[in-house]
Structures are given as structure tokens and as C-alpha cells.
């Protein structure tokens, strides 16, 4: 799906092309690996995913841990520092190719300004990012390793595939070794 069909799916109307946007949206490809947000950068994208994997990664006092995971019809950045533009405490990086559609801070922050449709859009999206961040925080609370891991087997199967193990691990706050514990358990 790509972001002109989001827009309008969301929406529920029909702007019949890209350069009927109230901002303009610039098509782009991410390399597996390629960092797209440093640690200590102010963002100034967001990015919208048409395929591919991100992820979001923060530094603790002993390691990094990832943060969240990022797929197909979802937007991702440094969301904090795309708010508030000061520099971001976590990296963004492409877990795998990714072909994604990049819209401008301040382009989006003038049609705000200009256009009805768009504080629409950005306030569902708003509703969505903290609902999901909700559902993370309490799962992170009251689920074990095993059930979130479940519950994203479930949800993403054709992406838990492309995420190395170790990876998930992390997001998980476990050892690999306990995930293929998990992995094998569920799987036998």
C-alpha cells in the first residue's frame, strides 16, 4: 500500500495523486543496515513504510535495547525529536531493504496550517502511535516474554521471519538463548 492510498483509506476520500497532497511526499529506498536516525540527530522526516523492517533502539547503561519494531503501512521516526526538534535519545535503522515514502517536517507542519484534512490525518495517526504505545507499555507489565512473543508471531508471521533472532531477543528484555527455548516450546 503505498501512503497515497493510506492517506485516502484514512481518510476515507480520494485525492487522485501524490500532487494533490497538501505537502509533498518523496519516494525513497533503505539499505539493510543503513541508519536513517542517529543517536543525538534532530529529526526532520517522517517516513512511511511500503516494505520493508525498522527498528528503533535506545542506549541503556549496559547495552542498547530495541525499543519497537516497525512494518509495512506504518509510519516511523524519531517521534520525539520530530515533535519537539531537539536531538533524539534513540537510533532508526532498516532491518532489511525498505522502500519507504519520506514527507518532510516542515512541509507537513505547514499543511497543518493550510489544510483541514491533514490535522484530521494527524490527529488519528497521533490516536493510533499512542494506542500502540499503550498496548506495548502494558503488555511490557503484565505479559511474559512468551505471550508478547505469541502475540507478534501472530500478528506479523511473514516479518518475524526477517528478524534475527538475537534482535527479537532484545525487544523482549531476554537472552536468545531463552527466545529458542520459547521458539522451540511453541513451535514442537
Known sequence: MTFLEFFNRTLNISTPSYEDLPFPVKKSFLKKGEIVTE???????????????????????????????????????????FLNQQPGDVRVMALMDCDVEVIKREDLMQAYNDSFDVNKFGRIMTEHGYIRKSNREKALLTKTAEEIYVEMFKNKPDYISNIPVNKIAKYLGIHPESLSRIRKKIHS
Open 39 to 81: 543517536y543525538g540527530q534532530v529529526e526532520d522526516s517522517l517516513y512511511f513504510m511500503n516494505r520493508g523492517i525498522a527498528e528503533i533502539t535506545i542506549k541503556s547503561y549496559v547495552s542498547e535495547k530495541i525499543i519497537d519494531f516497525f512494518f509495512e503501512k506504518e509510519f516511523f521516526c524519531c517521534f520525539t525529536s
